[in-house]
């Protein structure tokens, strides 16, 4: 069996086709199974294929951003919106260190997408620097849900290498944090 | 092939069974080959085997939490840290609108090792309230890095029904963001 969790690649090339219904809907079931924060599943997806909003969002890129140009190559933009107050609070009551445990919540979905998305062929890149205010303004993201990040998806039209990783004894410790 | 994605569960009761280090090795090579923010890797994992330490850090999460019994039974706990200055910045500026990207990366992470558990027959589930501050000092954190969440881990020792899920309709919007 392949590994899906080995083999993905941040992908930023893509091909000039379609994502077939059916796979789409295998990608949102995915993102449905993601656990959440008390199971309150602070996420939604809005899914753009529209070709003059892809290119309306690229622009908020930073220019330097190497999935600029995915995003108008591409035939899908996934944007992963959260609601804050429903993630990391109980009874409205913040009950963890960090206010934005949406964040922690919305990179769970993000990867089951991505995941998904290599067992169907797919490739996917992740985005999570541009204008969030303007990009929120053009998808009429409503009060209470912000949008975090793009999942830019299609088929692949390259099989990059891996960047390198840390190895194993570079990140993980036993017992207690060791800075040695 | 079984759907990791969709047969995951959190598992709060556990076998009183250890976990194979070969086992534990494709754990951490899954966490390894998470994406993160411009590859910076932010992540750093702390495992835990000790039953005084787990009984110290079960000590921390609130009363009510209907993990805090799984700290004790099952043998793994996996202390999930990471840098926030690795994640969201590039050259020290910050150039997303979260401070605490290092959440999204770390959600990634969590799910990584989530699902390459529920392949190896393994069961977790995923704790974020605690005292974050003493459980850094028990786990000898250091300075610039911050202990997030634990993973809980060992062999369940039950197979719980899902928690009720939206449908796909109610948070996956076309276009734009429908508040209908």
Sequence with gaps: ?????????????????????EKMNQLYEAARWAPSWGNQQCCELVVIEDPEMRG??????????????SFEQAPVIIAVCGMPKKSGYYKDQQVTRY??????????????????????GLGT?????FDHDKAEKLLSVPDGCEL?????????????SPPKRK??????HFGKYSTQ
């Design 167 to 172: 190895t194993v004894p570079e990140f993980v």
């Design 99 to 120: 206010e934005n445990w949406f964040l922690y919540d919305l990179g769970i979905v993000s990867q089951n997408i991505c995941l998904k998305a290599v067992e169907l």
């Design 1 to 21: 069996m392949e590994d899906f969790i080995l083999h993905r690649r941040s992908i930023r090339r893509f091909q000039d086709k379609a994502v077939e219904v």
């Design 125 to 129: 890149v992740i985005v999570g620097s």
């Design 148 to 160: 975090v990040s793009f999942i830019v998806l299609g088929y692949p039209d390259h099989a990059p």
């Design 56 to 69: 309306k969002l690229a622009a908020l890129l930073s220019a330097k951003n190497p999935a600029t140009k």
